[in-house]
């Protein structure tokens, strides 16, 4: 009731979605949309790869608040209409220590990147490289840096989340080392219990890793091994 008389959704969050499969089919048969199905990926901060020899000389800065020039980037690069939003209601309330990442190459900016670290993890967040720099190991070489400064705030393991069918960042973190540790995704009300009012979610949250769940089938691991 709480959601509905504030002319909002009732969301809720399944996940580990490994362990938590008779909610997750309760919640369908109450007539709750499954969306956004994300994998949560890790990997140790020591196991990355170096940059491709093809990478340009890059120039990565790191920030430990969020300046006006980072969001920006982040803004031109990931087509971010909602970056003031963003920047106001949660970025700017993170706690943990947070450094905001830069690359350049010639003073032309090529990709962004945050890093959020707690409990000795290491999320990543915010990843997003220029179209034209792709494929040229930026992303690793922001990588690298994110790593060197995590370790520096005590942090042992990388770890992100990537909606499932966003198949050119699977295959990214794949091939630099990550490998999957749980699923999540929700289960919205369907339209006709929303009041027309009903605005849109909040931002994700995250379930923190600390090991991979054993109940992870076995057909899920060999589809991951085969993509």
Request: with cysteine; glycine share 6%.
């Amino acid at each position: 009731r709480f959601s509905p008389r504030r002319h909002q959704p009732t969301v809720v969050q399944v996940s580990p979605a490994e362990l938590h499969g008779q909610l997750d089919r309760d919640l369908a048969t109450r007539g709750y949309h499954r969306q956004a199905p994300t994998v949560v990926l890790t990997t140790p901060l020591d196991r990355l790869p170096d940059p491709a020899p093809t990478t340009p000389t890059l120039t990565v800065s790191v920030a430990d608040t969020v300046t006006p020039q980072w969001l920006a980037a982040w803004t031109a690069i990931d087509a971010r209409p909602d970056a003031a939003a963003t920047s106001q209601q949660v970025l700017a309330r993170i706690g943990p220590p947070t450094g905001y990442l830069t690359a350049t190459h010639d003073r032309e900016l090529l990709g962004v990147v945050m890093v959020v670290v707690e409990r000795g993890w290491a999320g990543l967040f915010c990843m997003a490289t220029r179209p034209a720099n792709r494929r040229r190991g930026v992303a690793t070489a922001m990588l690298q840096h994110a790593a060197g400064w995590a370790a520096d705030q005590g942090a042992h393991q990388f770890y992100l989340q990537v909606e499932q069918d966003n198949l050119p960042a699977l295959r990214l973190y794949r091939r630099v080392g990550f490998q999957p540790s749980h699923h999540y995704h929700y289960r919205i009300a369907t339209p006709d219990r929303i009041p027309p009012k009903a605005a849109c979610a909040g931002p994700p949250s995250v379930t923190l890793p600390r090991r991979r769940p054993a109940t992870l089938a076995a057909d899920e691991r060999g589809r991951w091994q085969g993509r």
